[in-house]
């Protein structure tokens, strides 16, 4: 009798944790679309997060579900349900997956501006939140999701079957996409990019929307043809675990204070995305003079355009005087 009462109890705090979140993102703004927000309500994430890894001081400390102790037990509810992205997977003490930030998935995936029956292709597997989500939306048949490592895709599934869901879970490079899915209608990305696979467009419908973070931020392409996509970025920061896989090509190193940059500049969010978006390209004095020059512009006034030449960054206007190459795959 003492267990069940325990359990119960378990339960009911995760699940007051639980709605509480739901209320927090609500409040926020970001769950707007009552179908997302319903989404939200039906998927847990502690079912996705039985533990994660927090910083304390030079190492790492491991909360989890089952922990005997029950302060940790709390301390790791707790955890999950704060607004926060959480270290679900380290190896020799780098992260190499994460469950990201609840409050930017759901602008993420608000701005995937999904419709009733898009087939979508998520990059990057991670717990199987974001898959679960997907589905509660769309529908098991509607959503493929890909990850390079096994164990984590193993995990994933296993999240996602506790939950009733059973979307396509893929281990694979998910620079190469999945063409045996093919074609798509939205393809979603939750790792840092330093440029577009051009597999993914040529695996998308025409019109199909691409969003995935590069440099700091969500760039959001709509797809022309198989060889042609281009779109805007969303004023909204984005920090994620970088590509892996052997496509994927090392993220540009920024510098800034060992040029003499302001040190403030060099922290200043908006120009940090600028300068790495031009890492390589622009000498960090150049970036500087033309972000002051043009006015200290938001993420919103650049874009990306890829095509089967090559790739582009550019200020407000893709045939304008600011244009960069971003490189090759």
């Not at 579900?65 to 037990?73: H, I, Q």
């Not at 991670?126 to 890909?146: I, K, M, P, Q, S």
Request: negative net charge.
């Amino acid at each position: 009798m003492a267990a069940h009462t325990a359990r119960t109890e378990a339960r009911d705090l995760r699940d007051t944790a639980h709605a509480a979140q739901v209320r927090e993102l609500t409040a926020a703004g970001v769950l707007e679309d009552p179908r997302w927000r319903a989404a939200f309500a039906a998927v847990p994430r502690h079912v996705f997060v039985p533990y994660f890894w927090t910083g304390r001081g030079a190492g790492h400390e491991r909360l989890w579900a089952e922990d005997p102790d029950p302060e940790r037990r709390a301390r790791w509810l707790r955890g999950v349900y704060v607004d926060t992205p959480l270290a679900t997977r380290l190896r020799d003490g780098r992260l190499v997956s994460s469950s990201s930030q609840p409050s930017l998935m759901a602008k993420m995936l608000a701005a995937l501006d999904v419709r009733e029956g898009d087939d979508v292709l998520e990059i990057g597997a991670g717990t199987g939140y974001n898959a679960a989500l997907l589905c509660h939306r769309l529908g098991d048949e509607h959503v493929t999701t890909v990850d390079l490592d096994e164990e984590i895709t193993e995990s994933a599934r296993s999240h996602l079957a506790e939950l009733g869901y059973h979307p396509v879970v893929i281990t694979g490079d998910g620079a190469r996409g999945c063409p045996a899915r093919a074609p798509f209608d939205r393809i979603m990305v939750t790792c840092t990019l330093p440029l577009i696979p051009h597999t993914w467009p040529a695996q998308c419908r025409p019109g199909a929307r691409i969003l995935a973070p590069l440099s700091t931020g969500l760039i959001a392409l709509t797809v022309r043809d198989a060889d042609f996509a281009e779109g805007n970025f969303l004023h909204t920061p984005a920090y994620f675990v970088p590509l892996r896989g052997a496509t994927a090509v090392p993220p540009p190193d920024p510098a800034g204070l060992e040029y003499g940059l302001p040190y403030e500049l060099v922290e200043n969010e908006r120009f940090q995305f600028m300068l790495v978006l031009t890492a390589g390209v622009l000498h960090p004095r150049e970036a500087l003079d033309l972000w002051r020059r043009e006015d200290r512009p938001a993420r919103e006034r650049f874009g990306v355009s890829v095509s089967a030449e090559g790739q582009w960054s550019w200020l407000d206007d893709p045939q304008g005087p600011y244009v960069w190459p971003l490189g090759e795959t």
